[in-house]
């Protein structure tokens, strides 16, 4: 049996890149003369920016300073240790830069019995431990904590959970163990499952203490200060922590029964890990640690082999680093200033719009329309939404004063726009009118000022090209609701110049947006995507088979909804009016549905109703639908949806819509709420051997979303 730092040692080895995290152990007379006490800090040498990980050095360091510790807990010479972070930062878990590196099975385990080993030391001194939450933790960093004897937590931490299940993974060092033992299997299954399931949700210091993860709960000013009085006195017996009582009986299975039901609901069977964690904690339950250990080691190593956490953690490498350097983007110094936006219209996309470049650029915003009152409900939406923020202590009165100030409506757009640097549209979607709108504003904008326009469909080439300038007019494609969805698609005209490129990027990184760069081909990425996607949901619908069962088909896919209930989010209309734009431009591909044209001419929001609280098909679409007698099963229906998906993101790669596989799946994660887990969309049709059945080929080469060969 090797050694834990034999272990440690073959696992670095594997890992030559990783940012390594130190242990200082340093001494401390405790006050009210509690006794000398040893105070371990995690520490990378970089500063907030650049969290403290785990990985197999780190994990190695930690064990060097606990081989000190516990000589000198044996030989009395310590009352107590205590673990801490640098400033703002405890520690954010295991490295997963290491994690992408893995090619066997055996190193994987290696790394789950790694941190096990490591932690479980801490738990097993001669003296109480004591771990001090005072910033970020997170998996692995909140796993720490959980070995030690007490804990206490700093009201300012932003950011405390468990994510491994949101990146395919479970938290493995001793969180689906420690932790329904701790605080019961029902708050544990919440913070595993549930918050990793719904987008990453993180908890605050209050809500860590509240939950009873943390013993104590201290301001940030002085937290470290606080936890140390307070650990005097727990040391000498004033202060005796009490912890609930766990209900072991049915309270636990229902709990896991809870998170089963939670993990249907977002992936339905779709991805390996949440189901691993409920069975572990389902396990844990007879409060056998070393077995949840063991398991958890298991379902670690399982996972790190699998398709899903490397699809997670290029998903996740996507959105953090890619989103941030967009391919294709122009030199950021050609980008001109923006000092004052005009907006085109003051419905509701337009106001949304209004609001968003109103709060991030923080410069006079001004909406035109065709009349006052449209104006001024523009106007006041705005502001509403600038007293909601207020209501809500976002920002403070003089804050507000000022945004709402910074906002104003004309009618006259020689008034309105004389003077400003981008204006951008949100008018009907219909090219004829978007280009008398542009030829208005060319007249009287300054000659420098960005065009922009909003359309989600629509050539921008075309909408420019009865200008004097067509190279300033630039696609600004926002995803709704605009303050939800990441996505802009940034789109090139054909006339479009480098320096109109660089501003809008510019822009879009003030609007905190991750912006991809994107052809003028029509529907851009997105809307092309979806709109094949619903096409062959609502051919095989029209061609006979149920709508329950076209519906049920993608299921498997862990979508944020089915195919029909996103078309009502879209709008039924909008929906009809992609499919056409599409349908002008590949016949071939992209039909037009005389099902849902009927339900639009009908007047209708949607398939379903909801009176009883779920969707069930309108009984009056339902007298609409006309079908063919060809019904297919579920399988035959994900078969047919997934080849037309795969077929198109080929085309679209070859016409050099955007520049590589990564940016299609960026855009479905950030502007359609696609999974983490499926990495997007191109991972899952390569693993699923959809892109070689259609294409012929991968669009991934090995190992960036798969174990390397």
């Known amino acids: 049996m090797s050694t834990t730092a034999e272990l440690l040692k073959g696992a670095a080895e594997l890992f030559p890149d990783e940012v390594v995290t130190s242990a200082h152990v340093r001494h401390l007379d405790l006050p009210f003369g509690a006794g000398r006490f040893a105070l371990i800090t995690l520490d990378n040498g970089f500063d907030h920016t650049k969290p403290t990980t785990f990985g197999p050095a780190s994990l190695a360091n930690l064990n060097t300073a606990i081989d000190q510790v516990e000589k000198e807990a044996a030989a009395g010479e310590i009352v107590g240790v205590g673990i801490t972070g640098k400033p703002f930062i405890f520690a954010v878990g295991a490295d997963l830069k290491g994690v992408e590196l893995l090619k066997e099975h055996k190193d994987a385990l290696?790394?789950?019995?790694?941190?096990?080993?490591?932690?479980?030391?801490?738990?097993?001194?001669?003296?109480?431990?004591?771990?001090?939450?005072?910033?970020?933790?997170?998996?692995?960093?909140?796993?720490?904590?959980?070995?030690?004897?007490?804990?206490?937590?700093?009201?300012?931490?932003?950011?405390?959970?468990?994510?491994?299940?949101?990146?395919?993974?479970?938290?493995?060092?001793?969180?689906?163990?420690?932790?329904?033992?701790?605080i019961g299997a029902d708050k544990a299954v919440s913070v595993i499952i549930e918050n990793s399931l719904n987008q990453n949700k993180q908890l605050k210091g209050v809500?860590?203490?509240?939950?009873?993860?943390?013993?104590?709960?201290?301001?940030?000013?002085?937290?470290?200060?606080?936890?140390?009085?307070?650990?005097?006195?727990?040391l000498k017996g004033e202060i005796v922590v009490e912890r609930p009582v766990i209900d072991r009986g049915e309270a636990w299975d229902q709990a896991v029964a809870k998170g089963r039901f939670i993990a249907d609901s977002k992936v339905h069977g779709a991805a390996p890990a949440a189901y691993r964690a409920l069975d572990i904690i389902a396990a844990a339950k007879n409060?056998?640690?070393?077995?949840?250990?063991?398991?958890?080691?298991?379902?670690?190593?399982?996972?790190?082999?699998?398709?899903?956490?490397?699809?997670?953690?290029?998903?996740?490498?996507?959105?953090?680093?890619?989103?941030?350097?967009?391919?294709?983007?122009?030199?950021?110094?050609?980008?001109?200033?923006?000092?004052?936006?005009?907006?085109?219209?003051?419905?509701?996309?337009?106001?949304?719009?209004?609001?968003?470049?109103?709060?991030?650029?923080?410069?006079?915003?001004?909406?035109t329309d065709i009349d006052q009152e449209r104006v001024d409900k523009g106007v006041g939406y705005v502001h509403a939404e600038i007293d909601?923020?207020?209501?809500?202590?976002?920002?403070?009165?003089?804050k507000a004063n000022r945004l709402k100030a910074l906002v104003t409506g004309v009618l006259d757009k020689a008034e309105g726009?004389?003077?400003?640097?981008?204006?951008?549209?949100?008018?009907?979607?219909?090219?004829?009118?978007?280009?008398?709108?542009?030829?208005?504003?060319?007249?009287?904008?300054?000659?420098?000022?960005?065009?922009?326009?909003?359309?989600?469909?629509?050539?921008?080439?075309?909408?420019?090209?009865?200008?004097?300038?067509?190279?300033?007019?630039?696609?600004?494609?926002?995803?709704?609701?605009?303050?939800?969805?990441?996505?802009?698609?940034?789109?090139?005209?054909?006339?479009?110049?480098?320096?109109?490129?660089?501003?809008?990027?510019?822009?879009?990184?003030?609007?905190?947006?991750?912006?991809?760069?994107?052809?003028?081909?029509?529907?851009?990425?997105?809307?092309?995507?979806?709109?094949?996607?619903?096409?062959?949901?609502?051919?095989v619908i029209d061609e006979g088979t149920p709508v329950e069962v076209a519906e049920k088909a993608v299921e498997p896919l862990g979508l944020p909804m089915s195919p029909l209930v996103l078309l009502e989010l879209v709008g039924p209309a909008i929906g009809l009016h992609v499919s056409e734009t599409l349908n002008r431009a590949f016949p071939d591909r992209f039909t037009v549905s005389p099902n849902l044209a009927a339900v639009v001419k009908a007047g209708k929001r949607g398939f379903y109703v909801y009176d009883s609280g779920k969707p069930e098909l309108d009984p009056e679409v339902a007298a609409l639908l006309k079908q063919g007698d060809v019904v297919l099963t579920e399988e035959q229906?994900?078969?047919?949806?997934?080849?037309?998906?795969?077929?198109?993101?080929?085309?679209?790669?070859?016409?050099?819509?955007?520049?590589?596989?990564?940016?299609?799946?960026?855009?479905?994660?950030?502007?359609?709420?696609?999974?983490?887990?499926?990495?997007?969309?191109?991972?899952?049709?390569?693993?699923e051997g959809v892109s070689e059945r259609v294409n012929g080929k991968k669009f991934l080469a090995p190992g960036v979303a798969s174990v390397p060969a």
């Open 110 to 182: 290696a790394i789950g019995k790694g941190g096990h080993e490591v932690f479980k030391r801490l738990g097993g001194l001669a003296v109480p431990t004591f771990a001090y939450y005072n910033g970020a933790a997170m998996g692995g960093g909140v796993e720490v904590g959980l070995h030690c004897t007490y804990r206490t937590v700093s009201a300012a931490l932003p950011a405390f959970s468990l994510p491994e299940v949101f990146l395919g993974l479970v938290p493995g060092w001793g969180g689906c163990t420690l932790l329904p033992n701790l």
């Open 417 to 539: 726009f004389a003077d400003a640097d981008f204006i951008i549209e949100a008018v009907f979607e219909e090219i004829g009118v978007k280009q008398q709108v542009f030829a208005e504003v060319e007249a009287v904008a300054p000659a420098h000022a960005i065009l922009a326009t909003n359309t989600s469909s629509l050539s921008v080439t075309e909408m420019a090209s009865k200008l004097k300038n067509p190279e300033r007019v630039v696609g600004f494609h926002f995803f709704n609701p605009v303050a939800i969805l990441p996505l802009l698609e940034i789109v090139r005209g054909e006339q479009t110049d480098d320096a109109s490129l660089a501003t809008a990027f510019a822009v879009a990184k003030k609007l905190k947006k991750t912006a991809v760069l994107v052809k003028d081909a029509p529907a851009f990425v997105v809307n092309r995507i979806l709109t094949r996607f619903m096409g062959e949901i609502q051919n």
């Open 207 to 234: 809500q860590v203490y509240e939950l009873g993860i943390a013993d104590a709960l201290f301001e940030g000013a002085d937290f470290l200060e606080q936890s140390l009085l307070w650990t005097a006195s727990v």
């Open 637 to 687: 229906v994900r078969e047919r949806v997934l080849d037309a998906v795969a077929q198109e993101i080929g085309l679209m790669l070859d016409e050099g819509v955007v520049a590589e596989a990564q940016d299609i799946d960026l855009c479905l994660i950030t502007g359609a709420g696609w999974p983490f887990h499926l990495g997007g969309i191109t991972p899952y049709l390569d693993r």
């Open 388 to 398: 909601k923020l207020l209501g809500k202590g976002r920002i403070n009165q003089d």
């Open 287 to 367: 409060g056998d640690l070393q077995q949840g250990y063991d398991a958890e080691d298991q379902a670690l190593a399982d996972l790190i082999m699998g398709g899903e956490l490397r699809s997670g953690i290029y998903a996740f490498n996507l959105v953090q680093k890619r989103g941030k350097r967009p391919a294709g983007a122009p030199d950021k110094s050609l980008a001109r200033p923006v000092t004052k936006v005009g907006v085109v219209g003051a419905g509701l996309m337009a106001s949304q719009l209004a609001l968003l470049f109103l709060r991030r650029l923080e410069v006079p915003v001004v909406l």
